[in-house]
């Protein structure tokens, strides 16, 4: 089969032919947990349909495109869905076999490379660098992959071909669905510049509302912007961080995962909350346990997994890699929360949330290194320096002011 040449799917297949140093994929998969569901219920195909409890309290954890179509999205109140769709049909999740499907899919793309850097249970970052040789061009190697996929699960993925991580992650979320786009590396910024910067993956909501208030709507407004200017509104990681991206830089690798390397922690609160503010609380907590589990393991990790469980019991998890690698929990709580404000909850009550880090390695030699040389270098410092306290007098001794206030306290309406 020919690099220019689809076997099924509608998404743009390249901005141009020459994919050379192109070996970074970002493979996403489409509406996988409706998908998936859909393989036990064939006759739904085409059809609007919502993954998730049907009950009042019921909450999203996936849709068809035609449902989204209509305006519904992950973790939106199931009534709210209803209210958008009222044709769409509720199915009930089945995570053995989200997990089995995972698994599979992940095989698949491990049976291309080694450098298999998942990111949740469908989508990961491929290095195909080592496989050119044995298996082709990496346009070549994308199509393989989407073929497999649907040929062995019956579900479709996207596929992002790039030089680095943020342009490949950018480029599949653009061939949505069952597509996969392919941008050289002459053509990053004729690419990336028109873009919203709302588009730009990993800058959150509050980034850009930050963002417009500047007067900065497009990827080339950021481009434009002095960086000092940057640095002054956003601080100094994340003003030269939008900098660089903004211009498709990106020198971070792929990093195989060795899953049995991950720490996490998670509480259930006693009654369902819908309060942020809580729920941010018992986020900060849960990254400091963390991050002192990791300094005790003398472990780092780059990625943040959080987790977060619905009253209707319905579970997502949602991720984000760093481009160092960390023990800091006011790095880890950052993340979290990112990762939380995301989602876009509202009047959502939650039952669980969850923080856990992965990608884990010992803290020596180049990652140690990068902790060392940090933009927030003290926060390290300042953590140790309260490990110390808490092995001499106890671990709640010594805790961040946030969680000693009544309401937030994680002694108050919570499940240990």
Same mark, same amino acid.
């Given at each position: ?119 949740? @249970? &469908?989508? =990961?970052?491929?290095? /195909?660098?080592?496989?050119? +040789?044995?298996? %082709?061009?990496? #346009? ?79 990827? @080339? &407004?950021? =481009?434009?912007?002095? /960086?000092?200017?940057?640095? +002054?509104?956003? %601080?100094?990681? #994340? ?178």
């Amino acid at each position: 089969m020919s690099s220019g040449q689809l076997k099924r799917g509608s998404g743009p297949t390249a901005l141009g032919s020459d994919d050379t140093g192109c070996t970074i994929l970002h493979v996403d998969m489409d509406a996988f947990y409706a998908s998936v569901s859909l393989l036990q219920h064939p006759e739904l195909v085409g059809q609007p349909v919502l993954v998730g409890g049907a009950g009042n309290r019921g909450v999203v954890l996936s849709a068809t495109y035609e449902a989204r179509a209509l305006g519904v999205h992950s973790a939106m109140p199931m009534s709210r869905a209803r209210r958008l769709a009222p044709n769409a049909v509720i199915i009930a999740p089945d995570y053995a076999a989200y997990s089995a499907a995972s698994d599979a899919v992940m095989e698949v793309f491990r049976s291309v490379t080694e450098s298999v850097e998942p990111l949740s @249970a &469908d989508e =990961a970052f491929l290095d /195909v660098a080592a496989a050119i +040789r044995r298996l %082709g061009r990496p #346009l070549e190697i994308a199509e393989l992959i989407r073929n497999q996929v649907h040929d062995e699960q019956g579900i479709t993925c996207s596929i992002g071909i790039a030089a680095n991580k943020f342009i490949a992650k950018m480029a599949s979320s653009r061939c949505k669905p069952d597509g996969r786009l392919l941008v050289p590396s002459g053509q990053i910024v004729a690419f990336l510049h028109p873009m919203p910067v709302g588009g730009l993956w990993g800058g959150g909501e509050k980034t850009e509302e930050r963002l417009h208030r500047l007067g900065l709507r497009t990827v @080339a &407004d950021i =481009a434009a912007t002095p /960086v000092p200017t940057l640095v +002054r509104a956003f %601080g100094p990681a #994340l003003g030269k961080h939008l900098h660089e991206l903004s211009w498709g830089r990106d020198q971070r690798s792929v990093v195989a995962q060795v899953r049995e390397r991950s720490i996490g922690a998670e509480e259930t609160f006693r009654t369902d909350v819908d309060d942020h503010d809580l729920v941010r609380a018992e986020l900060l907590r849960l990254a400091d346990k963390v991050a002192v589990r990791m300094r005790r393991a003398g472990m780092v990790g780059r990625t943040v997994q959080l987790k977060v469980r619905f009253a209707d019991f319905t579970t997502i998890t949602r991720s984000s890699t760093m481009r160092d690698a960390t023990d800091v929990g006011h790095e880890i709580y950052r993340a979290a929360v990112r990762l939380y404000d995301a989602l876009g909850l509202q009047r959502v009550r939650l039952r669980l949330v969850g923080v856990r880090m992965e990608h884990l390695t010992d803290r020596s030699g180049t990652a140690e290194q990068m902790l060392l040389d940090a933009p927030e270098n003290g926060w390290r410092e300042a953590e140790t320096a309260l490990d110390r306290v808490r092995a001499r007098y106890g671990p709640t001794s010594v805790q961040p002011a946030r969680l000693l206030t009544p309401s937030q306290h994680p002694e108050h309406g919570l499940l240990g």
